[in-house]
């Protein structure tokens, strides 16, 4: 025992350990509080390094989840109006088909098919000017593949579908306008009726219901290769990525929350002790206060 009365060392000695537990006193309450253990740099300055970054991953993951639904949507959009096209590409080579029956057919029947190709043709080009993604046309040939400057070409709809730079992905649609389709190239000899393209087609004399045919043909190919072209890239490559992409958030998630997470369990005990240890030091500082009183017996002899 002390039995100097200037410096009263064990008050100082209990006094700094009742500083050290209520400040660790008030951490485990703001952990619990907050739900983190890492509510600020000095609580682990490595491990806040490590968490931030695992945050940025994953609040890109979010994104890019949200960027390929968005995609998948679209693409959906593209090929539900261009399934409606090949049912009415299925409907008009019926249509040129009964119109190559000459030996049945009259006058009358023959303008009856005519009428209804047109109007056909004119229900694939309003479908193409209608299809569109918010404003954002699909069908018009905006979104063909492109020849760059340099000779490369680059797709027409380029989507971003990972968390970081250069995580994309693109597929292109060609013009589904009936000028386009079955369309006679460059430099190719046309048909013996002189149709360029599934807009020109004419059924009302044999020679023009055969090269119709021909064209039909065509344009059908041209749209179910399309079509495929689509599926596979939401299968394959969109709603792959989004499920993978879900996986690794999840992942991500779990690991940031390993690094910045409390446990509370274990923080409730840290709690507790902490807070027996604060008031068991408020008492041994009173203990400490009390003690240089035991010197008045050495004055009062």
């Not at 490369?152 to 389709?181: C, K, W, Y």
């Not at 048909?191 to 807009?199: I, T």
Request: net charge negative.
């Amino acid at each position: 025992m002390s039995l100097r009365i200037n410096n009263n060392i064990e008050s100082m000695v209990a006094h700094r350990n009742l500083l050290q537990n209520d400040r660790a006193l008030s951490k485990s309450l703001e952990r619990l509080a907050s739900g983190q253990k890492i509510n600020r740099a000095a609580d682990d300055p490595a491990a806040l390094v490590i968490s931030e970054h695992m945050r940025a991953q994953v609040s890109g993951m979010e994104q890019a989840i949200r960027n390929n639904e968005v995609a998948i949507s679209l693409v959906q959009t593209a090929e539900g109006s261009m399934n409606e096209i090949s049912s009415l590409l299925v409907s008009l080579r019926q249509r040129a088909i009964s119109a190559a029956n000459v030996g049945a057919s009259d006058e009358a029947m023959i303008d009856a098919n005519q009428s209804e190709i047109e109007n056909s043709l004119a229900s694939i080009d309003r479908i193409v000017s209608s299809t569109q993604f918010g404003h954002y046309k699909l069908l018009d040939g905006t979104n063909a593949e492109q020849t760059l400057e340099d000779g490369s070409t680059r797709e027409g709809l380029r989507f971003h579908v990972g968390p970081n730079a250069d995580h994309m992905a693109a597929v292109s649609i060609r013009d589904m306008n009936t000028s386009q389709l079955g369309r006679v190239e460059e430099g190719q000899v046309p048909n013996k009726s002189n149709f360029v393209s599934l807009a020109d087609i004419d059924v009302r004399n044999e020679q023009g219901a055969q090269d119709a045919l021909n064209i039909i043909d065509k344009a059908i190919t041209e749209v179910a290769t399309v079509r495929g072209e689509l599926g596979a890239f939401q299968k394959h490559t969109l709603e792959s990525n989004l499920t993978s992409l879900q996986v690794a958030a999840e992942n991500m998630t779990a690991a940031e929350s390993t690094l910045r997470d409390t446990d509370m369990a274990k923080e409730l005990a840290t709690f507790t002790r902490n807070q027996i240890m604060s008031q068991s030091a408020t008492a041994q500082l009173a203990q400490a206060n009390a003690m240089p009183q035991h010197i008045l017996r050495l004055l009062n002899g």
